[in-house]
């Protein structure tokens, strides 16, 4: 069983920041890619940033520049740096994980309930 625990959503201010933190527990698993989706009312889930257990990042166009991805492996934490934001950047976040077990090459996508940003202007 994983369990995905967000932190750090709120209200800001257009300009200000927020970091956003993502544990996941589940000793049995290995979590190759840990990241977040986000979602406006009205719109479609899109993908924002993922991270690889190497270290390796993508990140939404949107968002290049302003937000950053980061992992602490030991802990099964992945956190999102958000610099700069914009009004668009409102939405839910939803922390996303791909697992395997460390007993073979099957594949678990896990998702958080969500957590709540939103950007005033």
């Known amino acids: 069983q994983v369990q995905l625990v967000e932190s750090g959503g709120g209200l800001v201010q257009a300009g200000g920041s927020l970091r956003l933190s993502c544990a996941a527990s589940g000793s049995a698993f290995i979590f190759n890619v840990m990241g977040w989706y986000r979602q406006a009312p009205g719109n479609q889930r899109e993908l924002v940033t993922t991270?690889?257990?190497?270290?390796?990042?993508n990140y939404a166009d949107s968002v290049k520049g302003r937000f950053t991805i980061s992992r602490d492996n030991a802990k099964n934490t992945v956190y999102l740096q958000m610099n700069s934001l914009k009004p668009e950047d409102t939405a839910v976040y939803y922390c996303y994980t791909r697992a395997t077990r460390r007993t073979g090459p099957v594949e678990y996508i896990n998702w958080g309930q969500g957590t709540q940003v939103t950007v005033s202007s």
């Open positions: 991270i690889t257990s190497g270290g390796s990042t």
